[in-house]
């Protein structure tokens, strides 16, 4: 199909992008373009073209999953159809509505006029993709707008709205009303008027001190995004706008572009683009699942969590009823509520009226019968299966027909949560990370008889929270913590055979994680991972734990709660502070336990941490407990703070190599303390790697 529809109004041709979802820029596309031009070029009747999108966008740009493959660079490339709308004998109106992102409004500014409806979102993006504009949008945008406004939109990719560049030269119109007709009014306008054939390449940049400008943007765009190169190098490539030549201009900022595809940062970050959108689809539930209406909800439980999810119902506006079982905790999770907004409204982020705004939509109980009509209700009591069957059982005689159960539960077995009621198809998980407020994925587990709409409703609800929903499949730990798991196990191996809690937290926080193991144990609780590894050795006395972390919760380290884990903190303080007292207890483990200490490298640390995440990974994806390797990714990209840069550890494995991965697994498992039963490559780890290919394809 011709994905560039050609019509005539009179004596103005119109073509139309229409290439769903978004007009992305594809090879077909291109070339339909190309053949329209021409078509009106060499048709006597045609006085002028305009350009414009079917559907949701003018153009989202070049189609991203083209990169890296020949169709991105075969003719007719971006390059080759903007020069043939520039070069056009006859006026090229581009008409732009909803969206001109990248490569669209790249196409646009190569048209020789601009229109455009009231907030359509203009926006240069390819930076939030690790790339650079490609097809002339560094040379021709600081000529449309001022130098300042072009270099913030082309290094934040943030969009503008249309309205907005007023008085630029980036629109000849707004137009308001019907955006077709007043751009073929337009055109008909520039006919008449003989205005020509204008290019933007021909207009001059304007700045008093360019040169100065670019170098202390420079500088910013290094140190803000220091493990991106993009950013830096888009002030490179506008940089090579102000010489004397535009077409050594765009070569420069092609050169640049391409040099920029080929970074693991953009691949990383397309990656990520791609996983979060890939996330939300669940191959046995169609799009068009109907979903069911949730206009108000309650949660069960006013602690740490539960405190936090309901902030989320109240940001998304969806009035929440709080149940508790004691005033006492209600009045104090209420309390935590506010003070939470209040210290945001303080910051600035709020305001006072707000605050009270949120409030108002959470309404504190002690009553079921209070929350029965709720269409979702999410149970965030205490981890114990005990408490939670009485409330399910409970929420089972109370709750609407139709309302959706969810629990919180992060360790528990959904299923057996989901018996406890009559109605077990209305059953699922919705695992919130803490702090449930304010990080951003949702771990929603399915569980053997959870309805197809109630998957789908809480598929969309994760995105009217701001979430990024992951499906996961049940079992222990789901996917986050169950990986965690193996990652903190090699962790403590690592202590006790020689390095330190502030070693091992350094180097991974040198790869890029936001926060090393043992920072994070301390904040999570150690008691928390304690209370896991004691139920591991009752189910599983053969399997090989490092006990060192036993030690320190026994003397009540349990972290910054009590002021003292794997470091020690200052009353009211976070900073984690180096405590001779771990170093001695560490010491005497060893000692006791007739471990030689030796001196372990960063390289070894980070690969032994994020190789136990990956083969554990491999095993989720075979099991299908994870749908696929980018939502394993999206995981750990969106709750557990991999380096956004690497992508998640399953496209870090693959850009390692998985042929690599396994060797060196099988270095470590002949290591002096090797353990080679944890290092057992995973059969689908073992099976890709012999195949030479990745978890990515
Ligand atoms: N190429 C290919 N597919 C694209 C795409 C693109 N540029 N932009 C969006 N899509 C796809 C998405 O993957 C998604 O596909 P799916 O339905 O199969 O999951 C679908 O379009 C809809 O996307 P969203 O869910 O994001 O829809 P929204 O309506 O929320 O947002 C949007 C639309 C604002 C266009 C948003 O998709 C977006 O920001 N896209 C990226 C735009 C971008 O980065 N463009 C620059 C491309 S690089 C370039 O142009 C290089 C050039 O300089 C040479
Ligand atoms: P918490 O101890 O802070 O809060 C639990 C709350 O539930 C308390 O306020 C308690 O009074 C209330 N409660 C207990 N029994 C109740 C009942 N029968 N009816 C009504 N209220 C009752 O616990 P937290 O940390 O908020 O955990 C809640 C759930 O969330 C658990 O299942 C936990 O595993 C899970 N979770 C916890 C995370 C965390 O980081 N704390 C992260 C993700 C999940």
């Known amino acids: 199909m011709n994905q560039a529809q050609y019509a005539t109004q009179g004596d103005i041709a119109v073509i139309t992008m229409d290439n769903p979802p978004v007009n992305g820029l594809g090879h077909a596309l291109r070339t339909g373009i190309v053949e329209g031009v021409r078509r009106a070029q060499y048709d006597p009747a045609i006085k002028a073209i305009v350009l414009t999108g079917a559907g949701k966008a003018f153009s989202g ?41 990248g490569g669209g409004l790249e196409l646009a500014m190569g048209c020789h006029f601009r229109v455009a409806a009231p907030g359509a979102q203009i926006a240069l993006p390819e930076v939030k993709l690790g790339i650079i ?84 943007a420079r500088n910013t765009a290094k140190t803000v995004a220091k493990n991106f190169p993009a950013p830096a190098r888009c002030i490179d490539a506008i940089a090579a706008a102000l010489g004397p030549s535009f077409d050594a201009g765009l070569a420069r900022e092609r050169a640049i572009f391409l040099e920029m595809v080929q970074t693991p940062e953009s691949r990383a970050l397309r990656h990520a683009f791609f996983g979060e959108r890939a996330a939300s689809k669940i191959p046995d539930v169609p799009e068009d699942t109907p979903t069911r209406p949730i206009a108000s909800a309650a949660v069960v439980g006013a602690g740490t969590m539960g405190g936090g999810i309901a902030m989320n119902f109240a940001n998304a506006g969806i009035p929440v009823k709080v149940l508790e079982a004691k005033q006492e905790a209600l009045d104090k999770g209420l309390a935590t509520i506010r003070a939470n907004y209040e210290s945001t409204a303080k910051k600035g982020r709020m305001s006072a009226e707000d605050v009270e705004k949120r409030m108002a939509l959470i309404t504190p109980t002690l009553r079921y019968e209070d929350i029965a009509q709720a269409d979702i209700v999410i149970e965030a009591v205490f981890e114990d299966m005990a408490v939670k ?65 109630v998957l789908a409703t809480t598929m969309q609800l994760s995105k009217k929270l701001r979430k990024t929903g992951v499906l996961s499949g049940v079992c222990d730990g789901f996917i986050g913590n169950r990986m965690i ?200 780890l073992a099976k890709l790697a012999a195949e030479g290919k990745g978890f990515n394809g």
């Open 389 to 453: 069957e009485s409330v399910f059982r409970r929420l089972d005689q109370v709750m609407k027909p139709g309302a959706i159960l969810a629990t919180n539960t992060s360790t528990l077995d959904v299923n057996r949560i989901a018996a406890f009621t009559g109605r077990p198809q209305d059953v699922i998980g919705t695992h919130f990370f803490s702090p449930a407020n304010v990080m951003k994925l949702l771990e929603i587990v399915r569980g053997e008889k959870t309805a197809k709409d």
């Open 485 to 684: 798991e193996q990652y903190l196990r090699q962790a403590l191996y690592m202590l006790e055979e020689g390095a330190t809690p502030q070693q091992i937290d350094r180097a991974i926080e040198k790869f890029g994680f936001a926060m090393g193991p043992f920072r994070m144990s301390d904040l999570a609780g150690n008691d928390v991972g304690w209370y896991i590894r004691k139920r591991r050795y009752v189910e599983h006395p053969d399997l090989k734990y490092p006990r060192i972390a036993d030690r320190l919760c026994e003397q009540g380290r349990f972290g910054q709660k009590t002021g003292a884990g794997w470091y020690r903190y200052l009353p009211g303080k976070r900073e984690a502070l180096p405590d001779p007292a771990v170093d001695e207890l560490i010491a005497a483990y060893r000692k006791e336990s007739g471990v030689a200490p030796r001196k372990l490298s960063d390289d070894e640390i980070v690969h032994r941490l994020v190789f136990a995440l990956v083969n554990e990974g491999a095993r989720i994806l075979e099991e299908g407990i994870a749908l696929r390797a980018s939502d394993i990714d999206m995981i750990y990209l969106t709750g557990y703070g991999f380096p956004p840069w690497r992508g998640g550890p399953m496209l870090y494995a693959d850009m390692v190599g998985l042929y690599n991965v396994v060797n060196r697994m099988a270095d470590f498992a002949a290591g002096s303390h090797g353990d080679a039963a944890f290092w057992q490559p995973a059969p689908l």
């Open 133 to 216: 504009p490609g097809a002339g949008g560094t040379q021709r945008l600081p000529r449309l707008v001022p130098l300042e406004m072009a270099v913030n939109m082309i290094v934040s990719g943030n969009p503008v709205k249309s309205e907005k560049f007023k008085g630029t030269r980036l629109f000849d119109e707004i137009v308001e009303g019907d955006l077709l007709a007043g751009a073929v009014a337009f055109a008909r306008k520039v006919v008449a008027e003989g205005r020509g054939l204008p290019k933007v390449r021909d207009l001059a940049i304007e700045h008093d001190d360019a040169e100065a400008f670019l170098q202390f």
């Open 61 to 101: 740009g070049a189609d991203i999953r083209e990169f890296n493959t020949p169709k991105a660079l075969a003719e007719p490339n971006l390059l080759t159809v903007i020069r043939t709308l520039e070069q056009c004998a006859k006026p090229v109106v581009a008409a732009i509505h909803s969206v001109a992102m």
